[in-house]
């Protein structure tokens, strides 16, 4: 037996693992494929998996585990051999003892590497440790292809230099048929493992022992031919003394191909290779959300190990609040997981102003940006241009002088925004953040009612209530409209009434209407403000109640 024939494989095997585990950029198209979805989320040292709705726990000791294993059997093939390679003298079987601690300082790196990825992110290593596989894969690939070079030299030398038969013995065959078992018993089980896991350095692993297999698998139809051309003549010797170094070349040739596809596969992993439309795929799902500006997204993806990561950023009209941000950075979260149901997703989104935006949207825009509030907003046009009126908030400890620079700021942020020679009107509206005092007055609220019953437009009036604070009278008013009735109508008549009971009682400070959509059968006025008394009457009591108390 020979040197140079050490690698083999089961190449079904082996382009299973490098297209469907190894290859990051088929990753993607992985999890969505076969009818897996996987959910994973680590805690410690342990991995949940979520298969087609059924959860199972998998101790992240099977990956190191199936490593150790793998170390195990290579130290008892190395010993094996080395034992049988002295006592015959063999020199194929001993450099197939050379060849198994090769194999051996192999599994070591993978043992260490699988220990190294499972260490939970850090600050260091925000993304977690995963990339240790890529590195483990890539290092087997190199010591793959050192073998391969290393055999194909040896072989020339066979084959040109030095032609000799190698020593064909009983022990020859038997170590050559327990190695084949020992690589097929590991090979299966780190392929198994590298699925189970989704581990990219027990893949390469697996792929390294089949490749053994079949280079073991050479090793013995060479021991064959050696054998039958010693008790036969059917075979020339010139074509049995170069047949062990001519399938030594083939193996290493393999070899050589399969260390190029796991060294590809590695390579892209650490430059954090993708499918090539994969962002594609991903913006076109994010422009189709609602209020997302088109031509606005950006999408970056990347693996680490099998955990995809997004980043997300598009831009939406200005004007939006906080919470309606949120539902939007939501949909983009879903949107990408529909792709790739485990994804990390970070969301960005900016606020962008559109060529249809209205004045209004304008200074709800520059206030919210400034972390002032205004309402009571009107923009009228007149011949001499635009007008813009509202109310700002602010606190009411204030001074006027730092209510007015808050103004001026808004101002100032709005002259930006809006056309030239725009007219800004800012009355400053005190804030109270705290409760007021206030309390329930019977002859207050006979006074309001009264007001009502001669005022036409409190037909409509279906609950009254008034209460004195410090500055005066608050009412609050419910009226009931048609359901089809117009908004601006419903407004006019709701201040058309304000104005009729700011007249009748001067010291009303306020006016709330909450319009209601009125019942089928309606009431008649002055049933509906009997029920306004007798509610009236009630509350008296019991304010009074409370201030004998």
């Known amino acids: 037996m020979s040197m140079l024939t050490v690698f083999g494989g089961d190449w079904a095997s082996i382009a299973y693992a490098c297209v469907q585990k190894v290859d990051v950029r088929n990753s993607a198209r992985f999890l969505l494929s076969g009818g897996y979805r996987w959910y ?31 170390v195990g059997s290579g130290i008892l093939l190395t010993v094996l051999k080395l034992i049988v390679g002295f006592a015959t003298g063999s020199l194929g079987i001993l450099a197939e003892a ?15 590497v699988v220990h190294v990825a499972e260490q939970p992110p850090d600050e260091n290593h925000p993304y977690g440790h995963a990339r240790a596989e890529n590195l483990g894969a890539l290092a087997e690939t ?32 038997l170590v050559m048929v327990i190695s084949l078992g020992v690589d097929w018993t590991r090979s299966r089980a780190l392929k198994r493992a590298a699925e189970t896991y989704h581990s990219q ?24 031919v050696l054998e039958v051309s010693r008790r036969t003549t059917l075979i020339p010797s010139w074509i049995a003394e170069r047949a062990d170094a001519v399938a030594a070349v083939i193996v290493a040739l393999i070899a050589l191909y399969v260390s190029w596809t796991l060294g590809r596969r590695a390579i892209h992993a650490l430059m954090d290779d993708v499918p090539h439309d994969l962002n594609t795929r991903l913006t076109e799902r994010v422009e189709q959300l609602p209020n997302v500006l088109s031509n606005s997204v950006r999408v970056r993806s990347r693996f680490v190990g099998e955990q995809p990561y997004v980043d997300v950023s598009f831009k939406v009209p200005r004007g939006r609040s906080l919470d309606e941000t949120q539902l939007i950075s939501d949909a983009a979260r879903e949107a990408v ?23 209004a949207t304008a200074v709800y825009a520059a206030a919210n940006r400034l972390g002032q509030s205004v309402h009571n907003l009107d923009v009228f046009q007149l011949q001499q241009g635009l007008h813009v009126n509202f109310d700002l908030e602010v606190p009411s400890h204030w001074t006027l002088a730092q209510a007015h620079a808050t103004s001026e700021d808004l101002s100032a942020a709005l002259a930006d925004e809006l056309p030239a020679g725009v007219q800004i009107n800012v009355h400053l509206e005190p804030r109270r953040d705290d409760p007021q005092p206030a309390v329930h007055f019977p002859q207050v609220q006979a006074e309001i009612e009264a007001a009502l019953h001669a005022i036409p437009e409190s037909n409509n009036v279906t609950r009254i209530e008034s209460f004195l604070i410090e500055s005066g009278v608050v009412v609050t008013l419910a009226c009931a409209y048609p359901s089809t009735l117009p908004l601006t109508d419903v407004h ?13 009682v001067p010291t009303i400070v306020r006016v709330q209407l909450d319009p209601e959509i009125a019942a089928p059968v309606e009431t008649r006025p002055s049933q509906r403000l009997s029920r306004h008394r007798e509610a009236a009457a009630d509350n008296s009591s019991r304010s009074s109640a409370g201030q004998d108390r």
């Open 492 to 504: 006019k008549s709701m201040a058309s009434l304000e104005r009729a009971l700011r007249h009748s």
């Open 98 to 112: 050379a060849h198994s601690a090769l194999d051996l300082v192999a599994a070591a790196v993978t043992f260490g």
């Open 201 to 224: 350095a027990l893949a390469a692993d697996a792929a390294h022992f089949a490749n053994d297999m079949l280079g073991t698998g050479v090793v013995i139809i060479a021991l064959g």
């Open 142 to 173: 190199v010591l793959l292809v050192v073998t391969a070079l290393w055999v194909l030299w040896h072989a020339y030398e066979r084959i040109f230099v030095h032609v000799e038969l190698p020593v064909v013995t009983f022990w020859s065959f």
């Open 40 to 70: 994973t989320a680590t805690y410690g040292a342990s991995t949940h998996y979520h298969i087609d709705g059924v959860y199972t726990m998998i101790n992240a000791q099977g990956k190191r585990s199936a490593a150790l294993a793998s």
């Open 337 to 359: 997981r529909q792709e790739l149901p485990d994804a990390d997703v970070v969301v960005n989104v900016d606020p962008a102003r559109t060529e249809r935006e209205g004045y």
